[in-house]
């Protein structure tokens, strides 16, 4: 009876090894090419998995289809793009940003993909001079740490938050603003810049990540007889939000920052509850990049459209790959060639500025609008 | 403190709401408690499980829409009954079948508390985790079967057919089990297990099958709240099971663990603590709140506010 238990035990062990190490391995074609070093790799970190996975996701998609092209281009020379899948967790990051930086085959992260997650490794990325490219933290602060490592390929909630604060103020005419936010690094910055522009005449709440419940501040919501709602947060509270707002017969206009511009956001609240909310996002609509991206992202992808921060992320591959084809194979010549690097990308002249931002005049944010269950590109906020 | 007072009714009734939904899940610590001294907390994924059950009930087996829909009073009553027997069973079956698995090997071997405490740790995780692999890591929202409609009017408060719906069933099911456990030949079986095990086997009563009845009673109950989280929340996901489980334990405690009525105490308290708390310093401070008034009341009455009573001897 015992010999048995331990029988089965030891084929469980050896499976789950099996499993983990099937996910730990990624396509690794090295080649040897005439003087060139070869066996190069760009590093996506986010979370591929968890809650928020699906933001994550888009972007390795992005990523992964411009490493295609590039090695389909350089098939004596490939870069792999190895998986660093962080569950968009602050408390996990750190260990798998070590894991990152002790692997020399790593010349350049794309990602963190998320701001709380940036904030948890800047440090260390910065000390051991792996340049980050990320195509989806917007938290103003992260550029203000002196890390010379960090970049992003996209504006920050501070020109997010004035433009989503302009919107409210501007196209919905809204006068009492009701402002939540959800006590991350993310929702609470990019809620305080949107209060700066538009105000919080009506009130404000935070919540907390993973509530489902939210009639405390529905009711809250419901007698300040507010006009507009601001949410900074993500898209699983966002739709639960909303969809209580509306069971409650709160009619204010419901606006949200790019966290929430995931189907993710309609699965949860409904197609009916969600129609006309309004996500503002530094981000291009993917159907309206320049070139031929959209059309080769569904044609790698079996048909599936590119979602959010999947062309920037495209982006900040093309930027590295441009530092390999440039023969810069160590991190230090990375991070020059990052550095200097002004050429114009699929979403925006990519350029950036000593902190690693992208250069002011070249950030594009767009507001969206959710219309019969999708979320759909709507304009252009001009500041 | 304005707000309270101005929005006190409407708090009131989503808080009830909220707590009965804790209530019917901290029956089922409570009762595994009562007759084990044991913490079930695989008892969130059994409450998992159900959610699940409800919704493929509902989205393959009838093949209904996620989202909203136009349907009849008197078909959205049948679904939601449907829903509700199919998640009462998969909770049911899913929680004798972790007594089967984590526990009885256990007790069998006459093992120390603790390890039981691991297996249920564990237990839990590899639920979840399977079900997070079956159905991916994102939420997955209900048909809206109910359309909320405002039935009548408490002080400012609209209370809406769901709020009705919840809070109703919620009761009735806790009234049936109190009774169920005071009444019936199976339920004396159950407390006479609770208070004294040897003695109760010494008398006949089949100890193995109480225990397994335990498990099955707290699993129906969880496949309530599965239906009734789903009409009120309308999404669920592999990990719905584990803030609630958190609140439905401390709803236990706080009643008075290992008593019935006092998980609906507990409960209905709970949900009404959290909203007023909410409403005075803010949502953040919700859970904070929840946790003071939790230890507050155990300073003074240790027990919980109805005390320890399933095992009790009563004249």
Redesign the interface.
Known sequence: MRRGYLRGFAVIAGAATLILSACGGEEKTTTGGGGKKCDLALGFFGALTGDAANLGINIKNGAKLKIDQYNQAHPDCKVTLKLFDSEGSPDKAPALATQAINDQSVIGIIGPAFSGESNATGDAFNEAGLTTISASATNPTLTQQGWKTFHRVLGNDASQGPAAGKYIKDTLKATKVFVIDDASDYGKGLADEVTKVAGNAAGKDTVQQKQTDFSATVAKVKSSGADAVFYGGYYQEAGLLVKQLREAAVKATFVAGDGVKDQGFITAAGAKAAEGAIVTCPCNPPEKVSGTFFEDYKKANNGAEPATYGAEAYDAATIFLAGIDAGKTSRSDMLDFVNSYDAPGITKQLKFDSTGEIEKANVVVWSYIVKSGKIVADQEIKQ | MD?LI??FW??TV??L??GSIYALIALGYTLVYGVLRLINFAHSEVFMVGTFAALLTLTQVFGLP???LSISTISAIGYIIAAGVAAMIASGATAMALERVAYRPLRRRGAPTLVFLISAIGASLALSELF?VWRG?????FP?LVN?VTLFNLGDAEV?N?QVLIIVSAVVMMVALDQFIRRSRLGRGVRAVAQDPDTAALMGVNKDRVIALTFLLGGLMAGVAAVLYGL????T?YN?GF?LGVKAFTAAVLGGIGNLRGALVGGLLLGLV??YG??II???W??VVAYVALIVILMFRPTGILGESLGRARV
């Open positions: 707000f101005h929005n409407e708090l989503t808080g709401t909220l996620s989202g909203s997070a890591r994102n939420q997955e929202s809206d909320p809406t769901e009120r929340i309308g999404t996901v719905v803030i959290e909203n909410s409403a803010g949502t953040q919700k859970d």
